[in-house]
């Protein structure tokens, strides 16, 4: 059984940081890809950043890329994505998401109950 429990969420003004946790549980999960998708109001759910189990090949949405930077620790069965510089458009619930392999935005297996992260201007 896999279960992903986000933390790290909030409210920050643009132009500061914020990091997302995310602990896994299920031993399987240290041999899944695991990554990041959030959705913003009135929006489709939209990949974030990815990450692989074993090289840790990393993968970002266009609109964080620079910016965010996602990170595992498989010993700890914890993600990770520190963001910085945000704006008010990285506004939205980011949710934790798991699978065998990468998948494209809202496609993802085992997804957490998803943390807020608002960003005022």
């Known amino acids: 059984h896999v279960q992903l429990v986000e933390s790290g969420g909030g409210s920050v003004q643009a132009g500061r940081s914020l990091r997302l946790s995310c602990a896994s549980s299920g031993s399987i999960v240290s041999t899944m890809c695991m990554g990041w998708v959030r959705q913003a109001p009135g929006k489709e759910r939209e990949g974030v950043a990815a990450?692989?189990?074993?090289?840790?090949?990393?993968w970002y949405g266009d609109s964080v890329k620079g910016r965010f930077t996602i990170s595992r620790n498989n010993d700890e069965s914890m993600l990770h994505l520190v963001m910085n510089y945000l704006t008010p458009e990285d506004t939205a619930v980011y949710y934790c998401?798991?699978?065998?392999?990468?998948?494209?935005?809202?496609?993802?297996?085992?997804w957490g109950q998803g943390t807020q992260v608002t960003v005022s201007s």
């Open positions: 998401v798991t699978d065998i392999q990468a998948r494209e935005h809202a496609s993802w297996s085992y």
């Open positions: 990450i692989s189990p074993g090289t840790g090949r990393r």
